[in-house]
């Protein structure tokens, strides 16, 4: 059974610079597309960036480039998004997901990805 717990989110100062983790039990991490996605209150889940299972290829929302970054570490099964610049409307639930269809294309749809962690707060003050 896959399992994904997401960690790192909490209460910043618009400017500050927040780290969250998200580390996958079982299954394959190394052939996973890893995904992070967010959803604000009243609002749709939104991709905000993913990272290809073969390495190199990311994709991040335009909302998030040039402040977000997405990286992961294989021998520890986690992938990490470090949010620099932070701003009120990054004010969300932050989903990790992962992808494991192999696909050579990231998706930025929620329904592209087949397994999700719970969730973590992340909350920026103006």
């Known amino acids: 059974q896959v399992q994904l717990v997401e960690s790192g989110g909490g209460l910043m100062q618009t400017g500050g610079s927040l780290r969250l983790s998200c580390r996958v039990s079982g299954g394959t991490f190394s052939s996973y597309t890893m995904a992070w996605f967010r959803q604000a209150p009243g609002k749709e889940r939104e991709f905000v960036a993913a990272?290809?299972?073969?390495?190199?290829?990311?994709y991040a929302a335009d909302s998030v480039k040039g402040r977000f970054t997405l990286s992961r570490d294989n021998a520890k099964n986690t992938v990490y998004l470090q949010m620099n610049s932070l701003k009120p409307e990054d004010t969300a639930v932050y989903y990790c997901?992962?992808?494991?269809?192999?696909?050579?294309?990231?998706?930025?749809?929620?329904?592209?990805?087949?397994?999700w962690g719970p969730g973590t707060q992340v909350t920026v003050s103006s």
């Open positions: 990272l290809m299972w073969s390495g190199g290829d990311t």
């Open positions: 997901a992962a992808d494991h269809s192999l696909d050579l294309v990231i998706t930025t749809i929620p329904r592209g990805y087949h397994y």
